[in-house]
């Protein structure tokens, strides 16, 4: 492990590693969590919240079984959630991954993040795996819709509010993201995993590796022969042999990385 490659026993070293890595490769995925938005203002899910949130968990709000006792507060926590993501802007490491491909290499990204602040500095074809919060479903027939505007901005943080209901069914609608306990999309899980399984290098960037199935997709591309890349303010390696740590901010540590890759060679 290494403080962005610099504070360690050997000096650089694992940064030197990750891009050398890097420039041999063909396919790069990016795995990314809460903490490559946590820079744009937008709360990690396991750093303790601040204001009235304090008094909540997320693991708990996120859950059917909330929203059927209290749809309300629910509601309001995901406006909350989507307000921060319309408020917040991408940060330097959002477009790091999203330049990495002007490199010449195909870049995938792959996120368990529900905003969209990937996309909205170009990254193209972004499979999230836990839903996003720019679409809404029904929670009794499922159907899928836009997440209405006109409750936002909300009254204030912590604000009780009602769901809207779904245009068809009348049922309450629900943020079209995946709660605790329940399964993920399972196209866009397949779609991962192939992405995964065929890449040469995945970096997996200020996500806590706690949640499964995500918390696997380090250890697919491991199995499968690939080099992984964590990049977390804390250590989050397992010390396998094809396994870098580079410690320190995604913001700081991503533009440092990739300015170290080479435009790829173009085949003759
Ligand atoms: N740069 C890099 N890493 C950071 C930064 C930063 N600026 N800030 C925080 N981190 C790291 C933290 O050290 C932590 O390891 O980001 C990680 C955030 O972890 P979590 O809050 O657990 O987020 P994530 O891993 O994305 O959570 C997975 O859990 O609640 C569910 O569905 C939710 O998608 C989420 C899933």
């Keep these: 492990m290494n403080q962005a490659g610099e504070n360690s026993g050997a000096p650089g070293a694992d940064l030197k590693r990750a891009s050398d890595a890097l420039s041999n490769a063909g396919h790069i995925v990016c795995f990314s969590g809460a903490g490559i938005s946590a820079e744009s ?30 749809p309300q507060l629910v509601w309001g926590w995901y406006l909350w959630r989507r307000q921060q993501v319309v408020n917040a802007q991408p940060n330097a ?18 996120t368990q993040n529900v905003d969209d602040l990937h ?28 997440l209405p505007e006109h409750q936002m901005p909300i009254p204030s943080e ?22 605790y306990g329940e399964d993920l999309p399972s196209g866009v899980w397949k779609s991962a995993i192939a992405l995964v399984k065929s890449c040469d290098v995945l970096i997996s960037v200020g996500t806590s590796g706690i949640v ?24 989050v390696s397992t010390a396998e042999p094809n396994e870098l740590m580079l410690i ?11 300015a170290l890759v080479p435009r790829a060679e173009q085949p003759q």
């Design 119 to 146: 996309e909205r500095v170009g990254s193209v074809g972004v499979l999230h795996l836990h839903g996003s919060l720019s679409t809404s479903k029904c929670f009794a027939c499922h159907r899928l819709g836009t």
């Design 212 to 235: 499964t199935p995500a918390a696997d997709i380090p250890w697919l591309a491991l199995s499968s022969g690939a080099t992984v890349i964590h990049v977390n303010t804390e250590d």
């Design 93 to 110: 490491a959002h477009l790091a991954v999203s330049q990495l491909a002007a490199t010449g290499r195909k870049v995938s990204v792959i």
């Design 248 to 258: 320190g901010k995604a913001t700081e540590v991503l533009p440092k990385l990739f």
């Design 158 to 179: 912590g604000a009780l509010i009602e769901p809207p209901r779904c245009g068809r069914c009348s049922g309450k609608l629900r943020p079209n993201v995946v709660w």
């Design 41 to 70: 203002g937008i709360a990690t899910y396991r750093d303790p919240l601040t204001g009235i949130w304090a008094q909540h968990d997320p693991r708990t709000l996120e859950t059917a079984s909330t929203f059927r006792k209290n």
